[in-house]
């Protein structure tokens, strides 16, 4: 009974750490590649484009149906 919610709960952890994860190393290719300030916009952009999808769209969803 207790074990899906615990468990869906630490899947949306488990997916935060990805995200930083893939975020990290993002940025330290691109610092090395664009350089930092280059790199800081990117991960921004691609964060912005992961924030977007995980809320907005789920969010946009709800609200149309």
Do not use: C
Request: hydrophobic residues 65%; glycine residues 10%; positive net charge.
């Amino acid at each position: 009974d207790k074990m899906l919610p615990i468990a869906g709960r630490l899947t949306i952890v488990g997916m935060v750490f990805l995200v930083i994860a893939i975020a990290g190393g993002l940025l330290l290719a691109l610092d090395v590649v664009l350089g930092r300030n280059e790199a800081y916009v990117v991960v921004a952009a691609v964060l912005a484009i992961v924030l977007v999808s995980w809320y907005g769209l789920p969010a946009w969803v709800r609200r149309v149906s």
